[in-house]
């Protein structure tokens, strides 16, 4: 097991001519900043590139990269608003078919009730492609715009530790499901459609990557990718939870997540503690270990 991490993180792979290069991973942070805020299915490529600048390649793959780069510097109030994915008439059919989720689902009969709601002829429907999924996205962009409308206002999350920032956060984004709890399964099984299952994806991974913005966040290489994978995990399996908690105004499920953000942050000390024991053992037994354990669990 070991060995088949090192061999894909630490260790370096054979270029032309005996030189060798550290292989890096796939740039999801470019992915997650030029993508933001578009839920568009198409499929993106992310070949491993050289870590040596001598070694890149000038191909249209990499001037995407540059690209993507740039645009995930843009401020995030000058970034498209989540909401723009529909505009006009379907905007207004997709706003109005959340009153009718309740009682109808997340169901093309929404939709059609949404759009006599609104009076506009429920032909409309057949304009959105994925009707039900349209609607699921349609909220889970109104929501990420709402969280982010919030995070922008600063007032909640003034000195506040990147742990009770992330609580908070994931809270109040889970809170907005609330009043779909009857039906939040379906709009699961939705999500989980393999024709759907790319934009979920891409929803989720702005939602935590904003979070993780908000609470401070500025971490690089491995960093970046350990922390949004486990405040993933966290809001997951506390969306879960909420599914099931029968308690009143959900309080079961805020104990669950707080739980589940300290035992994140506890892990992260842990780690530290790793490490200074790495560098201990290292002084005694030899720079190669200290170094070896470093690069491992490293930050």
């Known amino acids: 097991m070991y060995r088949t991490v090192v061999n894909r993180i630490?260790?370096?792979?054979?270029?032309?001519?005996?030189?060798?290069?550290l292989l890096r991973f796939p740039d999801l942070r470019t992915a997650v900043s030029s993508?933001?805020?578009?839920?568009?299915?198409?499929?993106?490529?992310?070949?491993?590139?050289?870590?040596?600048?001598?070694?890149?390649?000038?191909?249209?793959?990499?001037?995407?990269?540059?690209?993507?780069?740039a645009a995930g510097d843009i401020p995030r109030q000058e970034r498209k608003n989540p909401r723009a994915e529909y505009q006009g008439e379907q905007a207004r059919v997709l706003q109005a078919s959340l009153r009718h989720v309740l009682r109808l689902g997340w169901s093309e009969e929404a939709m059609i009730a949404g759009a006599k709601e609104v009076g506009i002829s429920p032909s409309i429907v057949g304009s959105f492609p994925r009707?039900?999924?349209a609607l699921v996205e349609f909220f889970m962009d109104?929501?990420?715009?709402?969280?982010?409308?919030?995070?922008?206002?600063?007032?909640?999350?003034?000195?506040?530790?990147?742990?009770q920032c992330i609580y908070k956060l994931v809270r109040f984004r889970l809170e907005m499901q609330a009043p779909y709890i009857?039906?939040?399964?379906?709009?699961?099984?939705?999500?989980?459609?393999?024709?759907?299952?790319?934009?979920?994806?891409?929803q989720r991974a702005m939602l935590v990557d904003e979070?993780?913005?908000?609470?401070?966040?500025?971490?690089?290489?491995?960093?970046?990718?350990?922390?949004r994978t486990v405040l993933g995990g966290i809001y997951s399996t506390t969306e879960i939870y909420m599914l099931t908690d029968s308690s009143s105004e959900f309080r079961d499920t805020w104990l669950f997540l707080d739980n589940r953000v300290k035992d994140a942050f506890d892990l992260k000390k842990t780690i530290q503690e790793a490490t200074y024991l790495a560098e201990a053992v290292g002084a005694g037994m030899g720079s190669s270990l200290q170094g070896f354990v470093g690069k491992v669990i490293q930050r």
């Open 182 to 202: 009857s039906k939040w399964p379906q709009a699961l099984s939705i999500q989980a459609h393999p024709l759907n299952v790319s934009t979920s994806f891409k």
């Open 10 to 21: 630490l260790l370096t792979k054979n270029t032309g001519g005996g030189r060798r290069c």
């Open 142 to 163: 109104d929501c990420l715009q709402r969280l982010i409308d919030r995070i922008d206002s600063g007032e909640e999350l003034q000195d506040l530790i990147p742990s």
């Open 35 to 69: 993508s933001r805020f578009s839920t568009t299915t198409e499929p993106q490529t992310f070949p491993n590139r050289p870590l040596n600048p001598a070694d890149s390649s000038t191909s249209s793959s990499s001037t995407s990269f540059q690209t993507s780069s």
């Open 211 to 227: 979070i993780w913005h908000a609470a401070g966040d500025e971490a690089s290489d491995l960093d970046w990718y350990v922390k």
């Open 131 to 133: 009707k039900e999924a």
